[in-house]
């Protein structure tokens, strides 16, 4: 019997594919970020509201990912530049989007046409901040009902963030969530966030939201 | 929950590994795995079991290395275990902290014949 020293990192196989989906993004000029939260928190309302405000000055393409169904699909469909839902129900894996899932949606995109994809991950708040996808940013959305200990109770997701919105402003007199609190622990984690309180209902906070986004895709851009 | 995927690379990356070694077998494999990374380890010994099947993996015994988390504070630079789930400097009770350690996921080394 022999020891052989390996020292691999065991997500690399992912890694190594989301840079090579981050390069064919970069040649192309075309910006991502992967938004990811728990089910219900409005991933896809955040989508269409990006979409309704910013279609005149942006192509903006669209990747949903779910276990099952092509429900957001079809909400963002008409909207969006081009939509590719991923059903990872059909997948080894169903809880989070990985690289190679991203892979094969941007294969067939038309890139050239196309400045930011929106990713929509898995409605999970554990699994996604394990992979990455070759996203330039990442966003994590809380909303108002579940509750402000969700930095505590899952920190990995919201050290990784570029920013993090509170979505559901319009519910605050009803619940009780301490938006303090949850920003103190948010800052606590990650000092770089960006933090937004918004409602993609009410459209409050909206704006600021997308000046971001427009900022994210320019600097990107300089940067190529 | 995502312990398939995560087995299924620890399997290629054996195989790719002992076959660089012109080994037959795959006796034992030495993982590095952090609190905070999330897997669980039974779980991925279990999906290990069945991927590794008719290889020369199969068989092979998961060796896991748990690494505890270790967090440090931004404020005073104190490295300190979380005794909860709140993140707080046991020495200025600051709550800015980052993840020293405990993030590992790693294959550290095999034992082969």
Redesign the interface.
């Known amino acids: 019997?022999?020891?052989?020293?390996?020292?691999?990192?065991?997500?690399?196989?992912?890694e190594t594919i989301a840079s090579r989906n981050q390069q064919l993004l970069d040649k192309h000029k075309v910006s991502a970020i992967n938004i990811m939260s728990a089910p219900g928190a409005g991933k896809t309302s955040l989508i269409l509201q990006t979409l309704t405000r910013l279609k005149d000055r942006l192509n903006i393409a669209v990747i949903e990912g779910d276990v099952a169904s092509t429900v957001d699909a079809e909400k963002v469909q008409g909207k969006a530049k081009a939509v590719v839902q991923i059903n990872t129900g059909n997948m080894?894996?169903s809880?989070?989007l990985?690289a190679v899932m991203i892979e094969s949606a941007i294969k067939d995109m038309p890139l050239d046409n196309i400045d930011l994809i929106l990713i929509e991950n898995v409605g999970?708040l554990?699994?996604p901040?394990?992979?990455t996808l070759g996203e330039h940013k990442r966003v994590v959305i809380s909303s108002l009902p579940e509750g402000d200990d969700k930095p505590?109770?899952y920190?990995?997701i919201f050290?990784d963030a570029d920013a993090v919105i509170i979505n559901k402003m319009d519910l605050l007199p009803y619940v009780d969530f301490d938006i303090a609190a949850f920003r103190?622990?948010v800052?606590?984690?990650n000092?770089k966030a960006e933090i937004f309180q918004l409602s993609c209902k009410t459209s409050e906070g909206i704006e600021r939201w997308c000046s971001w986004v427009l900022e994210q895709v320019e600097t990107n851009a300089v940067k190529r | 929950?995502?312990e398939?995927?995560?087995s299924?690379?620890?399997v290629?990356?054996a195989l790719a590994?002992a076959g660089e070694?012109q080994?037959s077998k795959v006796?034992q494999i030495n993982?590095v795995v952090g609190e905070?990374?999330?897997f669980v380890p039974d779980c991925i010994q279990f999906y290990f079991d069945s991927l590794s099947k008719d290889t020369i993996a199969q068989g092979a015994v998961l060796h896991f290395e748990l690494v505890p988390a270790q967090l440090r504070c931004?404020s005073c630079s104190t490295i300190f275990h979380p005794p909860d789930?709140?993140?707080a400097c046991p020495k200025c009770r600051?709550?800015?902290?980052?993840?020293f350690k405990g993030?590992e996921?790693?294959?550290?080394?095999?034992?082969?014949?």
């Open positions: 019997m022999k020891k052989i020293e390996v020292i691999q990192n065991i997500l690399e196989a992912n080894p894996e809880c989070s990985m999970n554990i699994c901040s394990e992979f505590i109770k920190p990995l050290i103190h622990s800052e606590g984690l000092p | 929950m995502h398939f995927g995560v299924e690379n620890i290629n990356i590994k070694a080994a006796i993982l905070m990374s999330g931004r789930t709140l993140w600051g709550q800015s902290v980052e993840i993030r996921l790693y294959i550290e080394s095999m034992e082969v014949e």
